[in-house]
C-alpha cells in the first residue's frame, strides 16, 4: 500500500510561539476586593492591600518558579511557588475567619507533580484538632474512594457536622489549572459551585450534615498544607485568592479568560486541486464575546492568501454559546500549508480536510488542534489492515532529541528509533518504514514519542486505500497557559 506522496505535504506543522502575559488578570482580581491574594511570584504578600502576608512554615522551602525561556515548555507559567516535602504557606490572623452564614470564594492556579495522599490541601482554614474550618482540597480518594482522583472539592466541617463537594473531572494531569469554589453561606450543598478553568462543574455531594454549625476557628490559613501537615500537596500554586463573597459563574469565566492565551495549531490545512478545508469554533465557556486573529501560513513559513478569506488571517468573534466555521472551498490549483491561532479560555475547535477523487465518494477527516509544548505524545496504530502515517514537530527554540518507540498490544516493545529535530523543523514518514520499526507492520499498539530537550507534538495518520483518517495524539490538550508574570 502506498501512501500519496502529494497527502504529505499538507502536513505541514507551524511554529509555536510562546504565550502571552495577560494583563487583566491580577486588574480584574483586585477589581473584585478579595480579602486575601498571594500572588506567590517572589514572595509570600498579600498584593490585596488588607496586609495578610504568609510565611513559611518552620523548616519549610517554598522555592518560587523561574520562568523557561520563551519557545520551550511552560513558557510564561511563572508567578507560582514550588511546595514539596511538606513545606507550606502560614497566614496568621483572623481575617479569613469566616463564619457558616458568611459566603465564601476559594481560588488558585494549581500544577500537579504527583498524586498522593487521601486528601490534599491547596487553600485551607482548618484547626485539625478541633476539626472545624473550611478549604478547597484536592480528593485523592479520601472521599471518593477513587485512588488518584485528583478532584478538586470544597469542605466546611465542625467535627462530624461536614459539608463536602467535589467535582466530577480530575486536574491533576501535570499542567497548570485554575480551581475555584464559590459557597453561599447557606450550610448546605446545593450553595456551592466548583469550577476548573473557568467552567462550572458537575459535582458530587459526599455530605451534607453541617446545618447552622460554626467553622470559625483559631487556625492560620494555609496554602499547600494543612498546619499539621496532614495535607500535602506536591507541585506548584499560583495567585491564590479568597474573596468574602460568593463570585458569579459570569465573574470566574472571566477570570479564566484572563488568562495567557497559548497557541492552536491545525497541522493540515489544504484547499484547490481536490482539496477543501474547513475550521470550527465554539465558545462555550467565555462569559462574555471573544474574538482572536486565525492565521493561514504556508509551508516554507510564508502568509498564506486563502481567497475565500481574502487574505492569510481573519479575526473570528464569537458570542456566549456562539460558534463559527471558516471554509476554503475546492477551487483552483491545490494551496496547502496550516493554521495558527490563540484561542481564549472557553474556546474549542477542530479542523475538517476533505478530498475528492474521481469514481468514489470524498474522502473526509477531522483534524484535532495540537498543543505544542509536549516531551511525551503517543498514539494508537493499527497496521494489521492499514498504514500509519505521521507529522512531528519541535516547536521549542533549542534541538530536540527524539525516540520513538513502539510497542505491541501486550506491551512487548517492537522497535525503537532516535532522531534528532531542529528548532521549529517538521518531519514525516510511514511509522513501519522509520530504521526499527519494521515489526510495526502487520502489529496493532502504541507508539510513544519522546524527546529530553526540546518539544515534540505529533499527528497521527491511518490510510486504507483512498480512505483516511486522524489519529489523535494522547497528550494534553491545553491550550491556555497559566497567568504568571515573567
Known amino acids: 500500500m502506498n501512501v500519496p506522496s502529494r497527502f504529505y505535504l499538507l502536513l505541514a506543522l507551524a511554529p509555536l510561539a510562546a504565550g502571552q502575559t495577560p494583563p487583566k488578570f491580577r486588574t480584574d482580581v483586585l477589581a473584585l476586593h478579595p480579602i486575601g491574594y498571594w500572588h506567590l511570584g517572589g514572595n509570600l504578600n498579600d498584593i490585596s492591600g488588607n496586609g495578610n502576608n504568609g510565611s513559611v512554615n518552620q523548616g519549610g522551602n517554598v ?6 525561556a520563551l519557545g520551550t515548555p511552560g513558557a510564561g507559567c511563572c508567578g507560582a511557588a514550588n511546595f514539596t516535602n511538606g513545606s507550606f504557606v502560614l497566614v496568621p490572623g483572623n481575617a479569613f475567619n469566616l463564619g457558616t452564614t458568611h459566603p465564601l470564594t476559594v481560588l488558585a492556579w494549581i500544577r500537579t507533580v504527583q498524586v498522593q495522599g487521601d486528601i490534599v490541601g491547596l487553600v485551607v482554614k482548618y484547626d485539625p484538632g478541633a476539626s472545624i474550618g473550611w478549604g478547597l482540597v484536592m480528593d485523592n480518594g479520601g472521599f471518593s474512594k477513587i485512588n488518584g482522583a485528583g478532584r478538586p472539592t470544597f469542605v466546611l466541617q465542625n467535627g462530624d457536622a461536614t459539608l463536602a463537594v467535589e467535582t466530577n473531572a480530575a486536574v491533576n494531569d501535570g499542567y497548570f489549572h485554575l480551581v475555584a469554589a464559590t459557597y453561599d453561606g447557606s450550610g448546605l450543598a446545593s450553595g456551592v459551585q466548583l469550577y476548573i478553568d473557568g467552567m462550572r462543574m458537575s459535582t458530587t455531594t459526599i455530605l451534607d450534615t453541617l446545618g447552622g454549625a460554626s467553622v470559625v476557628n483559631t487556625a492560620p490559613l494555609t496554602i499547600g498544607d494543612s498546619v499539621d501537615d496532614k495535607l500535602r500537596f506536591e507541585g506548584s500554586i499560583g495567585h491564590a485568592v479568597v ?27 489544504a484547499f484547490g486541486g481536490g482539496w477543501y478545508s474547513a475550521l470550527y469554533f465554539k465558545n462555550g465557556g467565555s462569559a462574555s464575546p471573544v474574538s482572536f486573529q486565525v492565521n493561514f501560513v504556508d509551508d516554507h513559513g510564508n502568509p498564506l492568501t486563502v481567497p475565500s ?7 473570528v468573534t464569537l458570542a456566549r454559546g456562539g460558534s463559527a466555521v471558516i471554509e476554503a472551498p475546492n477551487t483552483g490549483d491545490l494551496a ?20 475528492t477523487v474521481p469514481g468514489i465518494h470524498d474522502q473526509e477527516a477531522v483534524v484535532p488542534m495540537i498543543w505544542a509544548y509536549g516531551s511525551n505524545n503517543s498514539l494508537i496504530f493499527d497496521d494489521t489492515s492499514a498504514l500509519t502515517a505521521f507529522a512531528m514537530v519541535n516547536p521549542s527554540s533549542v534541538e530536540a532529541a527524539i525516540t520513538i518507540t513502539a510497542y505491541d498490544v501486550d506491551g512487548t516493545q517492537l522497535g525503537t528509533y532516535s532522531t534528532s529535530l531542529g528548532p521549529l523543523n517538521k518531519t514525516e514518514g510511514v511509522l513501519s518504514g522509520l530504521p526499527g520499526l519494521a515489526a510495526v507492520a502487520g502489529h496493532r499498539g502504541n507508539v510513544v514519542f519522546t524527546t529530553s530537550t526540546g518539544s515534540v507534538a505529533v499527528l497521527g495518520l491511518r490510510f486504507n486505500g483512498a480512505a483516511f483518517s486522524s489519529i489523535p495524539a494522547t497528550v494534553g490538550y491545553q491550550f491556555r497557559r497559566f497567568p504568571g508574570e515573567n
Open 336 to 355: 496547502e500549508g496550516y493554521v495558527w491561532m490563540d484561542l481564549p479560555a472557553g474556546v474549542a475547535g477542530y479542523g475538517v480536510f476533505r478530498q
Open 309 to 315: 478569506v481574502g487574505g492569510s488571517s481573519t479575526t
Open 243 to 269: 474573596f468574602g463573597s460568593a463570585l458569579t459563574s459570569d465573574q470566574i469565566a472571566q477570570l479564566a479568560a484572563d488568562s495567557t492565551l497559548g497557541r492552536a495549531v491545525l497541522p493540515q490545512f
Open 63 to 68: 522555592p518560587f518558579l523561574v520562568g523557561p
